[in-house]
């Protein structure tokens, strides 16, 4: 099992930049493939950004693709969502997510993949 522990959220304007960052417990965690989502009042909880076990590959939903950047560092334990030209409709709780399953090289792209989650942390986007 991994804990997982979210960072960074704040208040920020629009067109701004922030940075969270995930801290995960355990000897183990490049065995892990990593995620964000997102949850905003009223909606679903959605998949943000994902990346492999090594870090080689990525994949990120339409609405972010080109703004948010996901990378982790394996022998800190921890994974970063860098977030650029922030828009209102940015605001939610975000949460890290952990994929326990059978080795793959590829990322985790949707939400049924991952078995671990944190907390989460607020980001609230101004105009």
């Known amino acids: 099992q991994v804990e997982l522990v979210e960072s960074g959220g704040r208040l920020v304007q629009a067109g701004g930049s922030l940075s969270l960052s995930c801290a995960a417990s355990?000897?183990?965690?490049?065995?892990?493939?990593m995620g964000w989502f997102r949850q905003a009042p009223g909606k679903e909880r959605e998949f943000v950004g994902g990346i492999s076990r090594s870090g080689g590959s990525t994949c990120y939903a339409d609405s972010v693709k080109g703004r948010f950047t996901i990378s982790r560092d394996n022998a800190k334990n921890t994974v970063f969502l860098q977030m650029n030209s922030l828009k209102p409709e940015d605001t939610a709780v975000y949460y890290c997510?952990?994929?326990?399953?059978?080795?793959?090289?590829?990322?985790?792209?949707?939400?049924?993949?991952?078995?671990?989650w944190g907390q989460g942390t607020q980001v609230t986007v101004s105009s």
């Open positions: 997510a952990a994929d326990e399953g059978r080795f793959s090289l590829l990322p985790a792209c949707t939400r049924t993949e991952y078995d671990y």
């Open positions: 355990g000897r183990t965690f490049s065995s892990y493939r």
